[in-house]
C-alpha cells in the first residue's frame, strides 16, 4: 500500500469524500481508493453529501453531477460559496463541452469523463493532493517506511535511513511501482545511465543489501522468480 503522506511519520491517512450515486461504480472506485490507503466516506445523493461536507473535514471530493436530490453542480456551488478549497474531481457522463465549462466555472479542480480508469483517477487524485498541500506532500511510504522524493530520504519512524546513492535510486523505482511487479531489467535500465552502468549481479547486491537496511520496516521486497521484484507492506 502507497500513501501520499505529510513531510513527518506517522503517515497520516487523507480522507475523500466520495459522492456517486451508482452502486457498481461507486464500489469499485471506493475499493482503488482505500487499497491506495486513502479512508473514504461515500454518500449516494447530492443532499447527504452536503451534510458529509459540513460536518466532516474531507482532503479531496470525487463528485458525480448526475446525483439524486441534489445535482452535483449545485453540491459543487454551495461549497465554494462556503469558502471551502478543498480540490473536487467531477466524474461525469456528461462530455458536452458546454457541461465540462460549467463544471469548471463551479469550483471544480479537474475532470474525469466516464468511464475512466481507476489508475487515472488515483494519478490525478494524487496530483491534487501534491498542488493542494505543495512539495510537503512529495513523500510516499509504504509499512513505516517513508520516502521522501524532494529531499531524497528514506527514513523509518523518526530515523533516517542510511543508503547509497543507488540504493536510493532503486528503493524509488521500487516505490514507484510499490503494490506491481518491478522487473529486473527495468532497474538495469534506469540505472543505465550511472557512469560505469550497471548489471543484473549489481542490481542483486543493492536488493540484497536494501533489504537488510528494510528490517523491522514493514517494507520488504519480495523477489517473484522470473518476473521480478515487488515492495509491499508485510502482512
Ligand atoms: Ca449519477
Aim: hydrophobic share 45%; net charge neutral.
Amino acid at each position: 500500500m502507497v500513501r501520499v503522506c505529510p513531510r513527518y511519520c506517522p503517515c497520516h491517512s487523507m480522507k475523500i469524500l466520495l459522492v456517486e450515486d451508482d452502486s457498481t461504480l461507486g464500489e469499485a472506485v471506493m475499493l482503488a481508493i482505500r487499497q491506495a490507503g486513502f479512508t473514504v466516506d461515500w454518500t449516494r445523493d447530492g443532499v447527504q453529501a452536503e451534510h458529509a461536507l459540513s460536518g466532516f473535514l474531507y482532503d479531496a471530493v470525487l463528485l458525480d453531477l448526475g446525483l439524486p436530490r441534489r445535482e452535483g453542480i449545485e453540491v459543487l456551488r454551495n461549497l465554494r460559496k462556503r469558502g471551502a478549497t478543498l480540490p473536487v474531481i467531477v466524474l461525469t457522463a456528461r462530455d458536452s463541452i458546454e457541461d465540462r465549462v460549467r463544471g469548471l466555472d463551479a469550483g471544480a479542480d479537474d475532470y474525469l469523463l466516464k468511464p475512466f480508469s481507476l489508475e487515472e483517477l488515483l494519478a490525478r487524485l494524487r496530483a491534487l493532493l501534491r498542488r493542494a498541500h505543495g512539495v510537503a506532500n512529495s513523500t510516499v511510504s509504504v509499512g513505516r517506511l517513508c520516502f521522501d522524493s524532494v529531499r531524497r530520504e528514506a527514513s523509518v519512524g523518526e530515523t533516517r535511513l542510511a543508503l547509497s546513492a543507488r540504493e536510493l535510486e532503486v528503493l524509488e523505482i521500487l516505490l514507484n511501482h510499490a503494490g506491481r511487479v518491478t522487473a529486473k531489467e527495468a532497474i538495469v535500465d534506469r540505472l543505465a545511465g550511472w557512469d560505469d552502468g550497471v548489471g543484473e549481479n549489481a542490481v542483486e547486491v543493492y536488493i540484497h543489501r536494501l533489504r537488510r537496511k528494510l528490517e523491522g520496516s514493514g517494507a520488504a521486497i519480495r523477489t517473484l522468480r522470473g518476473l521480478g521484484y515487488l515492495l509491499e507492506a508485510e502482512r
